[in-house]
């Protein structure tokens, strides 16, 4: 089971932190991801990173903003959003795949075995 959490609403220029905790033993045996949709959007990849944290891998409209990173010993995987814009409102979810995606792969959603329930976050103009 995947908890996201951290989402809110934040003016243009600031920055959030979205947590997403694991719970079970196995959370280390799984590539996480982050995806986005906006309302009336289709779910878009935001973020990924292996399942050692040693690779990540980014959307092209994020690098540079945001940053994906995780810790294994509490669960738990985190996206740092930094000089967030009004576009990048959505809800965002987290999602595990297995260890076995290459990182390239990480970008589709039919990859991932388990989904968070979303947060929503709104930036303001």
């Known amino acids: 089971q995947l908890q996201a959490s951290g989402g809110g609403l934040v003016q243009a220029g600031g920055s959030l932190r979205l947590s997403c905790a694991a719970s079970?033993?196995?959370?280390?045996?799984?590539?996480m991801g982050w995806f986005r949709q906006a309302p009336g959007q289709e779910r878009e990849f935001v973020a990924g990173?292996?399942?050692?944290?040693?690779?990540?891998y980014y959307a092209t409209f994020v690098k540079g903003r945001f940053t994906v990173f995780r810790d294994n010993a509490q669960n738990t995987v985190y996206l740092q959003m930094n000089s967030l814009k009004p576009e990048d409102t959505a809800v965002y979810y987290c999602?595990?795949?297995?260890?076995?995606?290459?990182?390239?792969?990480?970008?589709?959603?039919?990859?991932?075995?388990?989904w968070g329930q979303g947060t929503q976050v709104t930036v303001s103009s």
């Open positions: 999602a595990a795949a297995p260890r076995t995606t290459i990182l390239s792969e990480l970008r589709h959603s039919r990859g991932y075995d388990y």
């Open positions: 990173i292996r399942w050692n944290g040693g690779s990540t």
């Open positions: 079970g033993r196995t959370f280390s045996s799984y590539n």
